[in-house]
């Protein structure tokens, strides 16, 4: 299995700032990655794949970059909706899809 | 808009069987690629198995811990996905999402998700 590494597992941050989650794989997926946002008792929803392409209806604070074993989602000008936990997950086409363990974006 | 509602969960002792259902709306469901996520409390996402459309050929891939398990299917007369569940065991203990695949070029994206529906499974 192709194993899914997430740093930090916990950000504090503020409005306004920009905030960088790291995933990394435990070899090269290409650019199969996404990116899902998840709010306490939600589904989660989908905001990046390909490692790259913003979903339709996500806004343009939310960027995702990477490919092979690194890759980052950055959100520009964090808002208040955005205080939530983000998980990064694989789908290589020859391997299951398996999913970081999360990062949780605090109120600083 | 589309609309994935989950039916089904409970509460089941280990050993025991449970059959989940996802009914579809707002999507052409027959030629949707669908999954199963799910999510153990205060935990992270785990993918459980994905069928595709059966003009695609109908197959089914499922996660090592749950494979010969749990059997994932569709009835496309009634635009409703299935997960049955078999040989419960605590640690299949989750939040059950169905999810719709994104697109052909993106097969294990999921774009569109249910609610969610809770199983618990005692020892």
């Known amino acids: 299995d192709i194993q899914m590494t997430q740093s930090p597992s916990t950000l504090s941050a503020s409005v306004g700032d920009r905030v960088t989650i790291s995933c990394r794989a435990s070899q090269s997926i290409s650019s199969w990655l996404a990116w899902y946002q998840q709010k306490p008792g939600k589904a989660p929803k989908l905001l990046i794949y390909?490692?790259?392409n913003l979903e339709s209806g996500v806004p343009s604070r939310f960027s995702g970059s990477g490919s092979g074993t690194e890759f980052t989602l950055t959100i520009s000008s964090l808002q208040p909706d955005d205080f939530a936990t983000y998980y990064c997950?694989?789908?290589?086409?020859?391997?299951?899809?398996?999913f970081g363990g999360g990062t949780k974006v605090e109120i600083k | 808009e589309v609309q994935l509602v989950e039916s089904g969960g409970g509460l089941v002792k280990s050993g025991g069987s449970l059959r989940l259902s996802c009914a579809a709306s707002g999507l052409t469901f027959n030629i949707a690629w669908m999954s199963w996520v799910r999510q153990a409390p205060g935990k992270g996402l785990e993918w459980v198995g994905r069928?595709?459309?059966?003009?695609?050929?109908?197959?089914?891939d499922y996660a090592a811990p749950v494979k010969g398990r749990f059997t994932v299917s569709r009835d496309d007369s009634e635009d409703t996905l299935f997960l049955h569940m078999n040989s419960l065991k605590p640690d299949d203990t989750a939040v059950y999402y169905c999810?719709?695949?994104?697109?052909?070029?993106?097969?294990?994206?999921?774009?569109?998700w249910g609610q969610g529906t809770l199983v618990t499974v005692s020892s």
């Open positions: 069928i595709k459309s059966k003009g695609s050929g109908g197959t089914v």
């Open positions: 999810a719709k695949v994104r697109d052909v070029n993106n097969l294990g994206v999921f774009n569109y």
């Open positions: 997950q694989q789908y290589n086409p020859y391997s299951e899809f398996t």
């Open positions: 390909k490692a790259s």
